[in-house]
């Protein structure tokens, strides 16, 4: 008889502990999902000779959003948007500068909220960053902007389908290994990068993340949001893409409801399809954008 409330008070501490683990477990999870990123770079358009302007973009949430305003050899109207991936900032979009800039068009590089000078504590993998590149938005119209398209990197990509899915003034998308919905990439990245289960671990994580930032992980949705509107769109995606399988880029292609293109590049890993073949990449991704930006 003795032992049953020595049994009883172990299975009780084996409880309590095993909740406090898993409570410590997911808010390190939750705060993989928000950390943000301070890459230490000092590259800038300067390296190519190229003159910029460094300017602070205003969101609709009082967030200011650190930018390069690369402006165009002879005055224009028709703007691009250069949108980093996760983990990143600006300079990440740099081997895209001098190949735009000798078209003609007007460029804007900006770091996305938790990323790079923007000071924003947390990321929110597109859900808020969507309102930094609407920011941009406003600010290329304010300066005269009359056609503007959007080229986005992993993260990037993604922010560009949702941004063109409420805005209507952009006007093309190049989308460069996005995913297509941010609740599979997580459970894609649960299982690959940190090799734990999905439940109960990842859908605690998210919603304490969600409580601590204000993101709402179910509506980052870049696949949904292109199927709503009809911009222009050029999807590009590496078929040796481990971290975000290509199989999202077909998604987003199926998805999409206006004129849509789907370049695949065989043996290219994530992100890697400008570097794998850089001639094919430009002369695809100029034609789009001297079709679209008119």
């Not at 084996?14 to 390190?28: H, S």
């Not at 800038?44 to 165009?72: G, R």
């Not at 050899?73 to 980093?84: Q, R, V």
């Not at 043996?267 to 400008?274: K, N, P, S, W």
Request: overall charge positive.
């Amino acid at each position: 008889m003795e032992t049953a409330p020595l049994i009883k008070a172990i299975l009780i501490r084996i409880v309590l502990y095993g909740a406090i683990l898993f409570f410590v477990f997911t808010w390190i999870f939750s705060g993989l999902l928000l950390r943000a990123y301070r890459p230490d770079t000092a590259y800038t358009p300067a390296m190519f000779n190229i003159k910029f302007n460094e300017v602070i973009l205003k969101t609709s949430d009082n967030i200011e959003a650190p930018a390069w305003e690369i402006p165009a050899k002879t005055a224009g109207n028709k703007w691009i948007i250069l949108c980093h991936g996760l983990g990143a900032d600006r300079s990440d979009m740099l081997n895209y500068i001098p190949l735009l800039h000798r078209k003609g068009y007007n460029l804007l590089a900006l770091d996305f909220r938790g990323h790079g000078a923007n000071k924003y504590k947390y990321t929110s993998l597109g859900y808020n960053e969507v309102k930094d590149l609407l920011g941009a938005v406003e600010f290329a119209k304010a300066n005269g902007a009359k056609s503007i398209g959007v080229l986005g990197r992993s993260m990037g990509g993604a922010t560009a389908l949702m941004g063109a899915g409420l805005c209507a003034d952009i006007n093309a998308v190049v989308s460069d290994s996005s995913f297509a919905t941010l609740n599979s990439m997580i459970r894609h990245y649960a299982r690959r990068f940190y090799h734990v289960p999905y439940f109960p671990l990842v859908p605690a994580a998210v919603f304490l993340a969600e409580i601590r930032s204000g993101f709402k992980y179910r509506e980052v949705n870049p696949a949904v949001s292109i199927s709503k509107v009809k911009t222009p769109v050029l999807i590009i995606h590496g078929e040796a893409d481990e971290n975000i399988p290509v199989e999202n880029a077909k998604l987003i292609y199926a998805a999409a409801a206006g004129p849509k293109k789907l370049l695949l590049f065989p043996g290219a890993r994530h992100v890697e399809a400008l570097s794998t073949d850089t001639k094919t990449y430009e002369k695809e991704v100029l034609g789009f954008f001297g079709e679209y930006l008119k």
